[in-house]
């Protein structure tokens, strides 16, 4: 998943600066840990429910229409207004706050020894256009909520602490999505991310709606140039496995594989009446199979798909259509069967445009093998659970799962009424908030703890194996 010249820059950068160390050496779910006590500040640590309550609905006021939900697309002109929110909560604080060239927004909190890469938590403002006010926005504000209560109490912490409010993690306004963090994890390029485009097909970038919003920054871009020792994450679960368990949190123990495409059909021009049927070379129809063979897919090899755009031209009434575009993902809780079913589509896809005379395009713009996150981050957010919490996992992507690339990572899941996700009826109660907040904080604290005795970290066995293998290859 990373090429050997990152994988060689990684090492090189985190021991240049100082970043804890891993060890290749890591069994799936091995979060065994010596001890179930947290640490003595996280214990003491406490957060303003109230505060944190009123923070989610003040910030879902900046929102295009969409009654009992949130419509804050990445870079319009309520995310500029969430951002600016943002910015003006944490310079109260007395962060060092920067923006990147992909609109990242970067606070850091300085602590006792600040030669320590910074412990990091983030997740992200903007929403999907159906969305509710918890995902995302959960992550940011409820990081933000740590930091205060942090600075109230008196709690100083050994290394740093760093908030992120990641873009375009959505893909809601720009393909592809994880927008930022992947450039960040050295997956994609400034470039690249900028040349993103809208998904209403009106040719706006997002480096274009960012530069609008006075959102392209001038600080750190990568982790070669902002490196961090960790990086956690709340997040409204998208399932019920906590409702049914009777549980308010939970610890992400790892994430569903995922494979995201795009696909462009090319066909002829016709008239829609007079052209015999067997000459036609009709992008639609073709699509329309492809789309019927996606459906059939996933019950074929026990996955999931999704078709998440369309755009076909030319437009009118009696036009054939010569140009399909699509966009799909498939998802699978094998790597396997993930892979199996990239396979397949690629197939049907060849077959069917054969049939069709179709000119076909096909990129393959993200592929997630699904795996689990770090044995010791994880640990310590099962530690800040505590009874109140158990094991879970997420079925899609977070930005969390491209910093797992590069240190660390943990997530902690707040219930979710019905598991009900990227819809205005999207809900998590606020004692479930709050516990996430808090659990956040002491996860954190836990690891900044452990950072005091501990420099060499468990890999994740996927990145452990890939990481031999590229070993392998360079020798």
């Not at 309520?78 to 929110?85: H, P, V």
Request: hydrophobic share 35%.
């Amino acid at each position: 998943m990373l090429s050997s010249k990152f994988a060689r820059q990684l090492s090189s950068t985190a021991s240049r600066c100082g970043a804890p160390r891993v060890l290749p050496t890591a069994s799936r779910r091995a979060y065994a840990s010596v001890s179930s006590a947290n640490a003595p500040a996280a214990d003491e640590l406490k957060v303003n429910g109230d505060r944190l309550w009123d923070d989610i609905h003040y910030t879902a006021q900046w929102s295009a229409p969409s009654p009992g939900g949130v419509t804050r697309l990445c870079a319009d002109d309520n995310d500029k207004l969430a951002r600016d929110w943002f910015r003006e909560q944490v310079l109260a604080l007395g962060a060092d706050y920067k923006v990147n060239a992909t609109g990242t927004q970067i606070a850091v909190i300085g602590g006792e020894d600040d030669s320590i890469p910074p412990i990091a938590m983030g997740s992200h403002l903007d929403t999907v256009a159906t969305g509710g006010r918890f995902d995302g926005p959960l992550g940011v504000i409820g990081g933000l909520e740590v930091l205060r209560s942090l600075k109230e109490q008196g709690i100083k912490t050994r290394a740093p602490l760093c908030l992120f409010n990641w873009t375009n993690e959505e893909g809601a306004r720009f393909f592809p999505l994880l927008g930022s963090s992947t450039v960040y994890a050295g997956r994609s390029t400034i470039q690249a991310a900028h040349a993103s485009q809208s998904n209403d097909h009106s040719g706006i970038t997002m480096g274009s709606e960012l530069a609008r919003i006075g959102y392209v920054g001038d600080g750190p871009n990568t982790f070669q140039e902002f490196p961090i020792s960790a990086h956690f994450e709340i997040h409204v679960e998208q399932a019920t496995t906590l409702e049914k368990a009777g549980k308010p949190i939970g610890w992400v123990e790892g994430w569903q594989g995922m494979t995201w495409y795009s696909l462009h059909l090319k066909g002829e021009n016709g008239h829609a009446n007079t052209y015999p049927m067997h000459s036609r070379r009709d992008a639609l129809a073709g699509a329309g199979k492809i789309i019927s063979a996606l459906d059939d897919l996933a019950y074929t090899h026990n996955g999931r798909t999704t078709v998440t755009n369309i755009l076909s031209g030319p437009w009118g009434a009696c036009n054939i259509q010569s140009d399909t575009r699509l966009s799909f993902c498939l998802m699978h809780w094998e790597a396997s069967g993930l892979d199996a079913m990239g396979a397949d589509i690629e197939a049907r896809i060849r077959a069917i445009s054969a049939r069709h005379g179709l000119e076909t395009t096909v990129q393959r713009d993200i592929h997630l093998h699904p795996g689990d996150f770090w044995p010791d981050a994880v640990d310590c957010v099962r530690r800040a659970c505590g009874e109140k919490g158990m094991p879970s996992r997420t079925g899609t992507g977070h930005d969390s799962t491209m910093t797992q690339l590069l240190v660390p990572t943990a997530m902690v899941f707040a219930r979710a009424r019905g598991g009900v996700s990227h819809s205005p009826e999207e809900w998590s109660d606020k004692e479930d908030c709050v516990e996430s907040a808090l659990t956040l904080g002491r996860a954190v604290l836990n690891f900044d703890e452990l950072m005091r005795t501990k420099r060499e970290f468990q890999l994740p066995a996927h990145i452990a194996a890939e990481r031999q293998a590229m070993s392998v290859g360079r020798n």
